[in-house]
Structure formats: structure tokens, C-alpha cells
């Protein structure tokens, strides 16, 4: 899984020689452009561990598909001398925005190496069949997440209009170097991840091709679907996809005592799905933890607004550390989910920790098993603070719980931004740092600007409002 396969480097190395292309616009000059560079299932191998080492990377997971959401809402300050995606934390980004670019232009690099995989036709025996299978149902999978990621980051969310019929971001399923593609909705964007993910579970089964979490497993996609399905408000699926993976995934939530090494260790009983960083293929001074870390940039900090949300005795205020270098309104905490200063922390997607929470919200909105909600809710809560009394909270004042835990449980995973514009709701930053301290509800600057590099070159591809 540490190697590039043959088509990513290609591609990448036509983006740096081809800038003035559209990012969706692959020459075929400067990448093997189709399936048919693949002939073996070492091949699907090799390019499908291609893919995993691009999630790794900075301009996704590897540090801005959580810094850049986080930054942009509510749970994070600036450092007094922080210098990296600043123009995200004072909402002042611009279609020239590098960050952007990288998050675009990656994405749908990626995209490509994933729809070679998908549109291969390689014949193997029967004995490789179901190895093949697998390959090809994490590529629907991946695929189904690179979507996801994409059109929240770059357009507004799933119920920002009635009918989700909102400009979303461009479906590319097939190479063709001559598309020149506008924008597909929300609802149709959504409609290919379901499709794609779906797919992806008939392909796959409950373990594995790594044996951990590091590589998706059926279980890791049913829950990947469960937030998908929670975005969209269909809520009886996302109840649905949550409770499979509690009951049946195998997975247990870290113990109270033990509630640090989710984040000193990699792979532990309640991680589903997370990136693998490790020493050969980290990312050096530009991970995630860096942005953080007191012997990294430590350029943001987290806010009292979070901090003081906490219980004195939750065990999750263990990832935040005094440091008494810091001074008045930068004081006195940093964030140390992700501790160490080389990058080598697995980054966590999705822990088995927001499946109790997304169960329990999606049981709320329901509303035919409040006692349900409530017990999921528990599950988190007491986890984190024991000696917290059991939920009696119902209606809005159970939901209002439950986003509060998601806040608390979820924080600096990159989920917090999407949670406030799920339920229309502004950012307001209380103990504040940048020169903007209240962003309403809807406001442009919540979403990405589409890159002044494809907008110059695609004729048919919309900017977002107020770029």
C-alpha cells in the first residue's frame, strides 16, 4: 500500500506539467488514460493501494479534508502566529485559494485511478475471483467517498434546498479528455454515492484486505453510508446502516480508562475506518497534527467555547494539554488528538463512536424509539463521564443533546462545520481570534470556491455565489 501505482504518477505528473488544463481534463499525452493500462490483478492491486497512499496525502486527509472544515466553524482559534489556511479561518477565500486547487484537483485525480479500476476488464481464475471482487468493491466504495468529500467541501448541504436540486459538483465516471462538464446537483451527486456504495457491499465482505482498518471492509462502507444517509435526513436508513455495524460489526468502544489510546494507537477495537500514516509515507511538517501540536506550527488552538463544555472528569479532556507559553486569549489549551509532530497518528474517519450517535439522532428524529436514542446516547456519554445520569431528555431537548455529544465526541475530526449547516444554524465564535467572529447560516464563504483554474478553461463549470 506504500507504492504509487503507475496511473497516479502519470497523472500527477501531467497536472504539474499541464497547468493550464482543466483539472478535470486529463491529457492523454501525460496519463495513461484508461483502463486499459490495467491487465493483471496485481494491477488492481498495486492500483488500488495507489489510492489509499492519495488519502494519505495533505490535501486530503492527511491534513485539509478536517483542518479546512474546522477552521471555518466554531471549535478552533487562530494562533497568534498562524500563517496556514488563514483565509479559511477569517472566511476570506478566494477562487485562487491553493488549498482549493489541491483539494479539486486531487480529488478528481483520484476519482479517474478509481474509474480505471471500476471500468478494468481483467480476467482472473476462479480462485482470484472473489480477490478481484473485493478490489473492485473497495474502488466503488472510495469512489462513493471521494464524492461525498467533494461535493460537502464544495457545495452547500444536501437540505439546503427543498429538493436537494442545488449545484453539487461534476459526476465523472468515465475518461474522456475532451469533457468539458457542468455541475450536477446535490441529489444526483448523493444518488452516486448510495449507488456506489451499495455497490460496493455486494462485492465485499466483513474483513479487510489488510486484516485492520486501514482498508475498507463491508462494515466500514455500511458505515460510511450511515453518515451519508444522516446528511440526507433518511433517517430510517441511517438508523438502519448504524445498527448493522453496532450489532454486527464487532467492533467495542475503548474503555473509559483507556480512552487516550484511540489517539496514541492505530487500529483499536472502535476504529472502523482510518488513514494509514506511518513512518515511510507520512507527511513530515505538513500533517494534521502539526497545525496543532506545540512542537509543530501550533498555529490553531481549541476555543473556550469547546473547552468549557466539558465536564471536569470526561476523559476527552485528556487530548487537550496546558501550555504555559501561551498568553491571554490564545491560552491556555492545545488540541493533542494527533500528538505526534511527524504525522506518524493514523488520521480516524469514522469511529464506531459516532455510529451510537448517529443511530441515536436518527431514533430521535423518528421518534419511535426514544428510549433508544437515549441508550445510544448514554453509550458515548458515560463512556466519556461515567458518573453522568442516564438521558431523560426527549423532542428538541434530546436532539439538542445529542449534537452537543457529537460536538464533544467529534471535535477537530472535521465534522463540526457540517453538523451547523445540517440544522441551518450560524457560526458563532464566542471567545474569538479572527477579525470574523459571526458567520450566518448560508453565508458563501461556508463552501468552497470552485478553482479560477477550472472555471478558465471549462466553459460549462458554474463558480459558487460571492466568488
Known amino acids: 500500500m506504500k507504492k504509487y501505482n503507475k496511473i497516479i504518477v502519470l497523472i500527477v505528473i501531467g497536472f504539474f506539467l499541464s497547468c493550464s488544463e482543466s483539472f478535470l481534463e486529463v491529457s492523454p499525452q501525460s ?23 492519495e488519502l494519505q496525502s495533505a490535501y486530503y486527509y492527511g491534513r485539509y479534508m478536517f483542518l479546512i472544515p474546522d477552521v471555518l466553524a466554531d471549535d478552533v482559534k487562530q494562533n497568534e502566529q498562524a500563517n496556514r489556511v488563514v483565509d479559511y479561518a477569517q472566511h476570506v477565500q478566494s477562487v485562487s485559494d491553493a488549498q482549493a486547487n489541491s483539494l479539486w484537483t486531487g480529488l478528481y485525480y483520484t476519482n479517474n485511478a478509481l474509474n480505471n479500476i471500476i471500468n478494468s476488464d481483467i480476467e482472473v481464475s476462479d480462485a482470484s475471483q472473489d480477490e478481484k471482487d473485493r478490489i473492485i468493491g473497495e474502488a466503488y466504495a472510495l469512489r462513493g467517498l471521494v464524492y461525498f468529500d467533494l461535493v460537502r467541501l464544495f457545495a452547500n448541504h444536501y437540505t439546503y434546498t427543498a429538493d436537494a436540486g442545488h449545484l ?25 454515492v448510495i449507488a456506489d456504495m451499495t455497490t460496493a457491499l455486494t462485492l465485499m465482505d466483513d474483513t479487510s484486505r489488510t486484516g485492520n482498518s486501514n482498508t475498507l471492509s463491508s462494515t466500514a462502507v455500511k458505515a460510511l453510508l450511515s453518515r451519508v444517509y444522516l446528511y440526507m435526513e433518511d433517517w430510517e436508513n ?20 483507556d480512552y487516550l489510546t484511540l489517539w496514541s494507537q492505530d487500529n483499536t477495537s472502535e476504529s472502523i475506518f482510518e488513514i494509514s500514516q506511518t513512518e515511510s509515507d507520512n507527511q513530515g511538517g ?14 490553531y488552538l481549541p476555543s473556550d467555547d469547546v473547552i468549557s463544555l466539558y465536564d471536569v472528569d470526561d476523559a476527552r479532556l485528556q487530548v487537550f494539554i496546558e501550555d504555559g507559553l501561551l498568553a491571554g486569549d490564545y491560552a491556555p489549551y492545545r488540541m493533542n488528538k494527533y500528538p505526534d509532530v511527524l504525522g506518524y497518528d493514523n488520521i480516524k474517519v469514522v469511529r464506531l463512536a459516532e455510529l451510537y450517535l448517529i443511530r441515536a439522532e436518527a431514533r430521535a428524529q423518528i421518534g419511535t424509539d426514544i428510549s433508544g436514542a437515549q441508550d445510544d446516547l448514554d453509550m458515548v456519554r458515560q463512556r466519556a463521564l461515567p458518573t453522568a445520569p442516564d438521558v431523560t431528555a426527549t423532542g428538541d431537548e434530546l436532539l439538542e443533546e445529542i449534537l452537543l455529544e457529537r460536538r464533544l465526541e467529534l471535535c477537530f475530526e472535521g465534522q463540526r462545520l457540517w453538523d451547523l449547516m445540517r440544522y441551518k444554524q450560524d457560526i458563532v465564535r464566542n471567545q474569538c481570534t479572527a477579525s470574523i467572529c459571526y458567520i450566518p447560516y448560508g453565508d458563501d464563504t461556508n463552501i468552497l470556491p470552485i478553482p479560477q483554474n477550472e472555471t478558465d478553461v471549462n466553459p460549462n463549470i458554474e463558480q459558487n455565489p460571492g466568488y
Not at 38 to 46: G, H, K, R, V
Not at 286 to 299: F, I, P, T
Open 286 to 299: 505538513d500533517n494534521l497534527g502539526a497545525m496543532y501540536v506545540v512542537d509543530g506550527y501550533g498555529d
Open 168 to 192: 453539487g459538483v461534476p459526476i465523472i465516471l468515465d475518461f474522456d479528455y475532451t469533457l468539458e462538464p457542468s455541475r450536477n446537483t446535490v441529489a444526483e451527486v448523493y444518488d452516486q
Open 31 to 53: 496519463s495513461v488514460s484508461n483502463e486499459e493500462a490495467l491487465t493483471s490483478l496485481e494491477d488492481l492491486e498495486t492500483s488500488i493501494s495507489g489510492v489509499y497512499n
Open 238 to 257: 441511517a438508523e438502519a446502516m448504524a445498527t448493522q455495524v453496532i450489532e454486527t460489526g464487532g467492533y467495542s468502544l475503548v474503555d473509559n480508562a
